[in-house]
């Protein structure tokens, strides 16, 4: 159940609380001051302290022993229990970081009540701290396509400079997974990622989450900023930080240090990495960000891709996220048919990666996991069946055969081209043609210079069109 530490003067006291804790099942510790508290402490840290305020021929008193604690050991919870007890020192003890104050003598039953909170208190912090260290993990970028391999490139070129770095992109698309690749291959790999998502974080609060506040109901734990020195903190949509924490983190880039409230000035060793799916430039024309704050965030500005300029990296997605989904909730991985396929890479992706993620973890919770996905599984899509006799779009009523089959080629050529990421050999492959008859249908459309985009450098891209 766990392992306390009892911190009291008075033997009989120590016997009495260790004897009723053993009975609950509890293993325990025993000291009976500061030095001996502190030397089992370093040697095996408890999971929680029973702390008496005062200790006879003790070095250090029980508030001493508290701030120390507290200070080294900010997971460990601490409950005060003094024969002098009053409201002032009670809530001295609570600044101070205690979990709670009994006085003596004290009722068991309300002890025991005290203990089990303390302790499942403290078990709720360590699994939360085990699920934020499980995703640091994710840090690899999905996908093969000339757009995605550049992205890498200009990724780990920055990885190995200590620059700051403004990531953009619109929401989804991984500005996060990118923070996390820099970090993975830089210097500090070794050393703490700390993400701090602005848009989720209320700005009464958002001050005492960075800088800690040793009168929080945190325990005095650190803020984030200590928690990330020696590391990379990342300010994920800092377009949504509040105006009142603009200027200190201001102060944070350019001094490398800031005061907590109590006036202590703490110097920090961070790299910063920031995002944003808004203009900043609008956001600063607006009033709603400091211009000499976007200066400092914006050394390197780097463009993360969204998912419809890589369709061609959705197989390879789709596996990864099975793969993970798999091992994490035990979902079977399902076949995708090559219509469902065909279809996820010409259909919007106004969500990116993240939209792609869900549907597939929708897919493997609510079909068949024997069954193959197809097309007419995917949401919003319908198959026409070859006996429908109305299925011409509209538009097209009002044309000629000439000028429909025109508009249906030039659409259906640059959905394809888009697929395989401008690359015309596989374009022209999955089509049936030959590629020099590709080449020529783009010429006569005008296709050739509109589609030079995203390529990448790819040997074989649809440029060659231009030809």
């Known amino acids: 159940m766990g392992t306390i530490l009892i911190v009291d003067d008075e033997q009989d006291i120590r016997d009495l609380i260790s004897d009723i804790l053993q009975d609950e099942g509890y293993a325990t510790q025993k000291a009976a001051e500061s030095d001996t508290a502190f030397e089992v402490i370093t040697k095996s840290p408890p999971d929680l302290i029973i702390l008496d305020i005062w200790l006879k021929d003790s070095r250090l008193d029980g508030i001493e022993i508290l701030k120390a604690v507290k200070r080294d050991n900010p997971g460990i919870p601490i409950v005060i229990i003094s024969g002098h007890g009053n409201i002032e020192l009670a809530v001295a003890a609570i600044k101070q970081g205690a979990y709670d104050f009994i006085e003596k003598p004290f009722n068991i039953d309300q002890l025991l009540v005290v203990i089990s909170r303390a302790m499942e208190a403290s078990k709720l912090r360590r699994e939360n701290a085990a699920l934020r260290q499980k995703d640091v993990t994710n840090t690899e970028l999905v996908g093969s396509s000339s757009v995605i391999r550049a992205t890498k490139q200009q990724l780990e070129r920055v990885a190995r400079t200590n620059g700051r770095i403004m990531l953009t992109g619109p929401s989804g698309c991984g500005k996060e997974v990118a923070a996390r690749y820099i970090h993975s291959f830089s210097n500090r790999a070794d050393q703490p990622f700390v993400s701090v998502n602005c848009a989720t974080i209320s700005g009464d609060k ?250 990448g450098g790819d040997d074989d891209v649809v440029e060659e069109a231009a030809e």
């Not at 650190?222 to 924490?245: R, T, W």
């Not at 607006?286 to 780097?302: M, Q, S």
């Not at 659409?411 to 590709?438: D, V």
């Open 206 to 455: 958002f001050e005492d989450i960075l800088f800690g506040n040793p009168q929080s109901d945190t325990g005095g734990e650190k803020g984030l900023l200590e928690q990330a020195d020696g590391g990379v903190i990342y300010f994920d949509e800092v377009a949504d930080m509040p105006s009142s924490a603009q200027s200190k983190i201001l102060r944070v880039l350019v001094d490398q240090s800031f005061r907590r409230s109590s006036g202590e000035k703490t110097r920090v060793d961070l790299r910063v990495i920031a995002s944003t799916n808004k203009n900043l430039e609008e956001e600063i024309a607006a009033g709603r960000f400091r211009e000499d704050l976007y200066h400092r965030l914006n050394v390197v500005p780097i463009e993360v891709p969204p998912l419809e300029s890589r369709l061609e990296d959705i197989p390879e997605l789709i596996e990864f996220f099975q793969i993970g989904l798999q091992a994490d909730q035990g979902l079977k991985k399902r076949v995708f048919s090559e219509d469902a396929l065909v279809v996820l890479q010409t259909m919007p992706w106004p969500g990116n990666v993240r939209q792609l993620k869900n549907l597939v973890e929708r897919l493997l919770i609510l079909g068949n996991p024997d069954d193959e996905i197809t097309a007419d599984e995917l949401p919003g899509t319908s198959k026409p069946k070859a006996t429908d006799d109305k299925i011409l779009p509209m538009h097209f009523a009002s044309m000629s055969l000439r000028d429909a089959r025109e508009l249906f080629e030039r659409g259906y050529l640059t959905t394809q081209i888009g697929r395989f990421g401008g690359n015309i050999s596989k374009t022209a492959s999955f089509i049936g043609m030959e590629r020099s008859a590709l080449h020529r249908k783009l010429k006569t459309l005008g296709l050739a210079d509109p589609s030079r985009r995203g390529t």
